[in-house]
């Protein structure tokens, strides 16, 4: 039998179209786009200047705090405007703008790093890179990675998840990424294990990735620590606690963290960024981002430098096709719906998915009919139909004590209702509300 | 871009599902059952169910319109499924008007008046039968017997199963010469036998149940945990006195038992949410209805149990949670 989470989930269609996509390059854009808030935290201080030259992966923004991060730049080239521009939270975000310079050939080598097994570094060292190099949460959460990694000495983590769960339909880019270089990403479980002092490691997948399964099986042979676990293919898997609980059937407390049961979680491109800066001391300036949608023409997979506005990778697939609706930052189930393309990718970008008229229109709101559906997904325990009316009829104090602030925002509850009750917008709503009111009280 | 892009939060796709697509598979579920009672009673249980459904639609329609000044809803098949289960919870032979009534009942008082579909506490179709029972018990309790047709059934009384039980068990008879004047087992798990209009085939009813597991519409706990439950109940009354207390197996195949806990038990508006709140929404039902049957004044009694239970519903709601993620949990390093 596969390992999954016990309570609640869904399956919803997974239309992985660019499975079989090898990763691609697209030309370097012209000009990038980079926001100093990619990360969850405190935004990071920009430190160049109008006109000033940089070179590429050359600090631009520099970590504004503990939970912050480092920002280089992607490109070789010329600062041109310090801006506010929309990104893919709707808001106007402080930007740094460059023109890539052309005549720089350091923009258009396409790097080429031999895999490096032998680990030379120590604790120290290792950590200092992974801070330097500005490297987040790959998976979406765009947390920090130096922050996890950041262990008291009582600790008792004796466990590292790496997430390649990739539940998120459409998305591909771990996918690919854990099929390309299955051997570095070893190696970059074996630079954190050595980090940590960590002598277990398990690699999450679902089931529906067998020859990632079967690669990283391989790549791991000779390294008995490092386990490989196929996952019965079911949303959300990739969310942390779910994925704990499907491997190891730890269960994070309430308001906890995976440290509380002894446990770090990576996802698999945060573990390839930092083999790429612990070898290579290479900070993170591009990721793997899927481009998709069931109308676009050459959906696929690519190395894309951050700060590249969106419309670069939609030219690059084939331009938007006719009575495309909604265009979305991330999966299906998470992403964020964005209003045009100008927005930039980020470190947190893991695919651009493209959707057409027949699915993007919402249906109307009808009564609730009871059916418990909600309450059947939901992976958190919760009662969605409940925390909708109640945060409907503004009764905040309730919501609160129905631990509404334990909601992951997979939208499953959404997804499945039959009346189409929007349900994880009344819940977000009541949940930002119950925040407000808790740091009020504090 | 000609079209405007639309921005919604997530999640951006949604399974198939809808109400409405739950009702139908409900409708669905009830053909095998409908055929059944029609095979059986012939053209009065066609009369029977349509007169319910319509009436129930027309009151809904114009109580919404007139009354409520409301949206009319009577397309979500909601009224239609009351209709039909209704009918199938009444005697082929009832009066027309009567029909009428517990159908305003059922729709008006049960429904509507407490706000309409997914705020009502009551199941509709049961609040409408009970209403009938009570006002006009004579009508409620005297069946047709089944049309004579070439199968020359034999095994036809006028009175239900349960019925001819408890009546003879008054009249300090014992289950052997009883079960002289009882319809078989197989009997009444073809529906060869008395009865309201859906109740007759054990087996149709099964049927159309199993395919509501099968599209999830339901899920076993409220059915099997009855029906389970009432069989413990009554078998081990039977193994203490077999003379005196019906086998199990009569106590399952008849009486409504499985019309009541694969279709009326189950309505998703007023049963439980959690799984544990439906096992203990469904054992309280088998114990009234085993109560009932055994020791109260009505042969039948599931109606009257699914309302009490239905009335306890918001309180099991609210007892028996989902146990909610990562609570009371003491954080185990191994
Ligand atoms: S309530 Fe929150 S955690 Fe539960 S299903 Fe809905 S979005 Fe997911
Ligand atoms: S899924 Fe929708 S209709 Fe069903 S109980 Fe939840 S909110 Fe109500």
Same mark, same amino acid.
């Given at each position: 039998?596969?390992?999954t989470?016990?309570?609640?989930?869904?399956?919803?269609?997974?239309?992985?179209?660019?499975s079989s996509? +090898?990763i691609k390059?697209?030309?370097?854009p012209?000009?990038?786009?980079?926001p100093?808030?990619?990360?969850i935290?405190?935004?990071s201080?920009?430190i160049v200047?109008?006109k000033?030259?940089?070179?590429?992966?050359?600090?631009?923004?520099?970590?504004?705090g503990f939970v912050?991060?480092n920002?280089?730049?992607?490109? +070789?080239?010329?600062?041109?405007?310090?801006?506010?521009i929309?990104?893919?939270s709707?808001?106007?975000?402080?930007?740094?703008?460059i023109?890539?310079?052309?005549?720089n050939?350091?923009n258009f080598?396409?790097?080429?790093?031999?895999?490096?097994?032998?680990i030379t570094?120590?604790?120290?060292?290792?950590?200092?890179?992974?801070?330097?190099s500005?490297?987040?949460?790959?998976g979406?959460?765009?947390?920090?990675?130096?922050?996890k990694?950041?262990l008291?000495?009582d600790?008792?983590?004796?466990?590292?998840i790496?997430?390649?769960?990739e539940?998120?339909p459409?998305?591909t880019?771990?996918?690919r990424l854990?099929?390309?270089?299955a051997?570095?990403?070893?190696?970059?479980?074996q630079?954190?294990?050595?980090?940590?002092?960590?002598?277990?490691?398990?690699?999450?997948?679902?089931n529906n990735?067998?020859d990632?399964?079967?690669?990283?099986?391989e790549?791991?042979?000779?390294?008995?620590r490092i386990?490989?676990?196929?996952?019965?293919?079911?949303?959300?898997?990739?969310?942390?606690k779910?994925?704990?609980?499907?491997i190891?059937?730890?269960?994070?407390?309430?308001?906890?963290?995976p440290?509380?049961?002894?446990?770090?979680?990576h996802?698999v491109?945060?573990?390839?960024?930092?083999?790429?800066?612990?070898q290579?001391?290479?900070?993170?300036?591009?990721r793997v981002?899927t481009?998709?949608?069931?109308?676009?023409?050459?959906?696929?997979?690519?190395?894309?430098?951050?700060?590249?506005?969106i419309?670069d990778l939609?030219?690059?697939?084939?331009?938007l096709?006719?009575?495309t609706?909604?265009?979305?930052?991330g999966?299906?189930?998470m992403?964020? +719906?964005?209003?045009?393309?100008?927005?930039?990718v980020?470190?947190?970008?893991?695919g651009?998915?493209?959707i057409?008229?027949?699915?993007?229109?919402?249906?109307?709101?009808?009564?609730?009919?009871?059916?418990?559906q909600c309450v059947?997904v939901?992976?958190?325990?919760l009662?969605p139909?409940?925390l909708?009316?109640?945060?409907e009829?503004?009764?905040?104090?309730?919501?609160?004590?129905?631990?509404?602030?334990?909601?992951?925002?997979?939208?499953?509850?959404?997804?499945?209702?039959?009346?189409h009750?929007?349900l994880?917008?009344?819940?977000?709503?009541?949940?930002?509300?119950?925040?407000k009111?808790?740091t009020?009280?504090? | 871009?000609a079209?405007?892009?639309?921005?919604?939060?997530?999640?951006?796709?949604?399974?198939?599902?809808?109400s =409405?697509k739950?009702m139908?598979?409900?409708?669905y579920?009830l053909?095998?059952?409908?055929?059944?009672? *029609?095979y059986?009673?012939?053209?009065?249980?066609?009369?029977?169910?349509?007169?319910a459904i319509?009436?129930c639609?027309?009151?809904?329609?114009?109580?919404q =319109?007139?009354?409520?000044?409301?949206?009319?809803?009577i397309?979500?098949?909601?009224a239609l499924?009351?209709?039909?289960?209704?009918?199938?919870?009444?005697?082929t032979?009832?009066?027309?008007?009567?029909i009428i009534?517990?159908s305003?009942i059922?729709?008006?008082?049960?429904?509507?008046?407490?706000?309409?579909?997914g705020?009502n506490?009551?199941?509709?179709?049961?609040?409408?039968?009970v209403?009938?029972?009570?006002?006009?018990?004579v009508?409620?309790?005297?069946?047709?017997t089944?049309?004579?047709?070439n199968?020359?059934?034999?095994?036809?009384?006028?009175?239900?199963?349960?019925? *001819?039980?408890k009546?003879?068990?008054?009249?300090?008879e014992?289950?052997?010469?009883?079960?002289?004047?009882?319809?078989s087992?197989m009997?009444?798990?073809l529906?060869?036998t008395?009865?309201s209009?859906?109740?007759?085939?054990?087996l149709?009813?099964?049927?159309?149940?199993?395919?509501?597991?099968?599209r999830?519409?339901i899920?076993?706990?409220?059915?099997?945990?009855i029906?389970?439950?009432?069989?413990i109940?009554?078998g081990?009354?039977?193994?203490?006195?077999?003379?005196?207390?019906?086998?199990?197996?009569?106590?399952?195949?008849?009486?409504?038992?499985?019309?009541?806990?694969?279709?009326?038990a189950?309505d998703?508006?007023?049963s439980?949410?959690?799984?544990k709140?439906?096992?203990i929404?469904a054992?309280?039902?088998?114990?009234?209805?085993?109560?009932?049957?055994?020791?109260?004044a009505?042969?039948?009694?599931?109606?009257?149990?699914?309302?009490?239970?239905?009335?306890?519903?918001?309180?099991?709601? =609210?007892?028996?949670?989902?146990?909610?993620?990562?609570? =009371?949990?003491?954080?185990?390093?191994?």
């Amino acid at each position: 039998m596969l390992k999954t989470f016990p309570k609640g989930g869904i399956h919803p269609e997974e239309n992985k179209i660019t499975s079989s996509k +090898a990763i691609k390059r697209i030309p370097v854009p012209k000009i990038v786009y980079v926001p100093i808030a990619q990360h969850i935290g405190i935004p990071s201080e920009i430190i160049v200047e109008k006109k000033d030259k940089v070179e590429i992966g050359q600090v631009i923004a520099k970590s504004g705090g503990f939970v912050s991060s480092n920002i280089h730049t992607p490109v +070789a080239g010329t600062v041109t405007k310090l801006d506010m521009i929309v990104d893919s939270s709707g808001y106007k975000k402080q930007c740094i703008v460059i023109r890539t310079d052309q005549k720089n050939e350091s923009n258009f080598e396409v790097p080429d790093f031999p895999l490096k097994k032998e680990i030379t570094m120590d604790q120290k060292d290792i950590l200092q890179h992974i801070t330097d190099s500005g490297i987040v949460g790959l998976g979406g959460a765009t947390f920090p990675s130096h922050v996890k990694l950041d262990l008291k000495n009582d600790n008792k983590v004796d466990c590292l998840i790496i997430n390649g769960v990739e539940c998120e339909p459409y998305l591909t880019a771990d996918h690919r990424l854990m099929l390309e270089k299955a051997e570095e990403i070893i190696v970059g479980i074996q630079i954190l294990m050595h980090a940590l002092h960590i002598n277990k490691a398990v690699i999450g997948i679902e089931n529906n990735k067998k020859d990632a399964i079967a690669v990283l099986k391989e790549a791991t042979r000779d390294d008995k620590r490092i386990k490989v676990a196929a996952l019965k293919v079911k949303y959300p898997q990739g969310s942390e606690k779910q994925l704990i609980k499907a491997i190891l059937k730890r269960e994070v407390p309430k308001g906890g963290l995976p440290m509380d049961v002894g446990v770090i979680v990576h996802n698999v491109g945060t573990i390839y960024a930092i083999y790429q800066a612990v070898q290579y001391d290479q900070p993170l300036i591009e990721r793997v981002v899927t481009v998709t949608g069931k109308n676009l023409e050459n959906a696929s997979n690519f190395w894309v430098k951050i700060g590249t506005p969106i419309k670069d990778l939609v030219a690059e697939v084939g331009g938007l096709p006719e009575g495309t609706r909604k265009i979305v930052n991330g999966g299906p189930m998470m992403g964020k +719906a964005i209003k045009n393309t100008d927005v930039p990718v980020t470190k947190g970008t893991s695919g651009i998915l493209v959707i057409s008229e027949e699915e993007a229109s919402r249906q109307e709101s009808k009564n609730c009919i009871r059916c418990g559906q909600c309450v059947f997904v939901c992976p958190m325990g919760l009662e969605p139909h409940l925390l909708m009316n109640l945060s409907e009829k503004g009764l905040y104090e309730r919501l609160s004590d129905e631990d509404v602030m334990t909601c992951i925002e997979c939208g499953s509850c959404s997804y499945v209702c039959p009346s189409h009750r929007p349900l994880l917008d009344y819940i977000r709503f009541g949940k930002s509300i119950v925040k407000k009111l808790n740091t009020a009280k504090n | 871009m000609a079209d405007p892009i639309i921005i919604s939060a997530s999640p951006h796709v949604h399974s198939a599902r809808t109400s =409405k697509k739950v009702m139908y598979d409900v409708l669905y579920a009830l053909i095998p059952a409908f055929l059944v009672s *029609i095979y059986v009673f012939g053209i009065s249980a066609l009369i029977l169910t349509s007169v319910a459904i319509i009436s129930c639609i027309v009151f809904e329609y114009l109580i919404q =319109k007139y009354l409520l000044k409301t949206e009319i809803t009577i397309t979500d098949g909601s009224a239609l499924i009351t209709g039909i289960l209704l009918a199938f919870n009444l005697p082929t032979n009832l009066p027309i008007y009567m029909i009428i009534v517990g159908s305003l009942i059922a729709i008006g008082v049960a429904k509507l008046s407490f706000g309409g579909l997914g705020y009502n506490i009551f199941n509709p179709a049961l609040v409408g039968r009970v209403f009938l029972l009570v006002c006009f018990p004579v009508q409620m309790t005297s069946w047709p017997t089944a049309i004579e047709n070439n199968l020359s059934i034999d095994a036809i009384t006028g009175e239900t199963t349960l019925g *001819i039980i408890k009546e003879g068990l008054m009249y300090g008879e014992t289950m052997t010469t009883i079960s002289e004047r009882i319809p078989s087992s197989m009997e009444l798990l073809l529906g060869l036998t008395s009865g309201s209009a859906g109740e007759m085939s054990a087996l149709a009813l099964l049927l159309g149940g199993i395919f509501l597991i099968v599209r999830k519409v339901i899920t076993w706990h409220i059915p099997v945990t009855i029906i389970v439950t009432m069989a413990i109940m009554t078998g081990i009354f039977w193994l203490v006195n077999p003379e005196l207390y019906a086998s199990p197996i009569i106590h399952i195949l008849s009486g409504g038992a499985i019309l009541g806990a694969f279709y009326m038990a189950t309505d998703l508006v007023t049963s439980p949410m959690t799984k544990k709140g439906m096992v203990i929404f469904a054992v309280g039902i088998a114990i009234i209805t085993v109560v009932i049957r055994l020791f109260g004044a009505y042969p039948e009694g599931i109606s009257f149990a699914i309302l009490i239970m239905n009335a306890f519903v918001p309180l099991i709601d =609210k007892y028996f949670k989902p146990r909610r993620f990562g609570n =009371k949990i003491k954080s185990k390093i191994i």
